[in-house]
């Protein structure tokens, strides 16, 4: 080879090594796809993928969309022929057998029972269809009705058996609702199918559930999540007022409160979380956020200790490993608690 020759070889050669190197730095490393705000579990879920490329990113989230709507066609109460259905139309006559799913979402519903001493209990449906109907008919429950309503309800008279994953009720007229912690596992389900296809980042939300990890979209560090303020609810979507911005990375966050949900009954307002000790309307902190590696545990604790109250509930949460609380106090004070760990989460004004 004459020296131009090797002049232009070694010349092409640089050229090609600067232009790949160039790419590698400027190519784009993630895309982000946002599946937007959908109908489903009687509310909204939405879900953002990233990925290597926009259109993969899109087919991760359109995945863990299904896993959302699976979760809602076991567990929902108004789907006729869920597995949830089947169970409280049968349970009282026959043990019936559910699928894994559904039957570890019931035995995590009963651990939260023990652990909270009866505070969240998935027994508590009869109470919650009282309360319905008398807002509807803007009365009170009489005496009778409640002791009668009382008397199924209970996590102690729901038989699980694991080796054949069946559900029995040992009283006629129980009915289970897991509007308290059905949201929250489909969360955990858009996850994990994220995850498992190979996802960078993401983020699920279902009806304010939410859990995020990995890659936060573009121009920002971390995820962001917004805490509603409850003494300033919202009249409509979108228009909330905050009352702080949580950071995370990996994490998940819940809130129940009675701000936005609750039932009127001659004038007094009444929670939807019910407390079954009193079979009344929990009277605990007006908002209650809980922040942990998982939503079912956020989803289940966050309703448990919106029924603790705030003192009890920070004690319980305090002593649990890796989860952290915000409380915001009944009104009007709206006194602001926090564990000791749930500064870290705080996004800084
Ligand atoms: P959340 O919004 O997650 O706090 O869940 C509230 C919903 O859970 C209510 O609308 C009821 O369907 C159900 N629920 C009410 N009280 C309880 C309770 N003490 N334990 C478990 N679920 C409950
Ligand atoms: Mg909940």
Redesign the pocket.
Known sequence: MDRKKQFWAYAIMAAVCATGVFWIFTRPKAQEYDGGRRLVMGTFARVVAIAEDGRTAARYAEAAYNSIRNVDRLMSDYIADSELSEVNREAFHRPVQVSDQTFEVLERSIRFSRLTDG????T?GPL?DLWKAAADANSEPNEVELADARSKVGYEKLMLDADNRTVKFQVSGMRL?L??IA?GYGVDKAIETLKAKGAVGGMAEIGGEVRCFGVSPKGKTKWEVGLQDPAKPSAGLGDEALLMVLELDDAAV?T?GDYQ?FVIVEGKRHS?????RTAMGAQGPSSVTIIANNCTDT?AL??AV??MGMEKGLELIEGLEGVEAILVGPAPGYEITQTSGAGRYIHEQ
Do not use: E
């Open positions: 505070a969240f209990d998935i508590v919650v609702d509007g308290a949201k819940s129940s949900q939807h979380i019910i407390d079954r989803d966050a309703t919106s029924v």
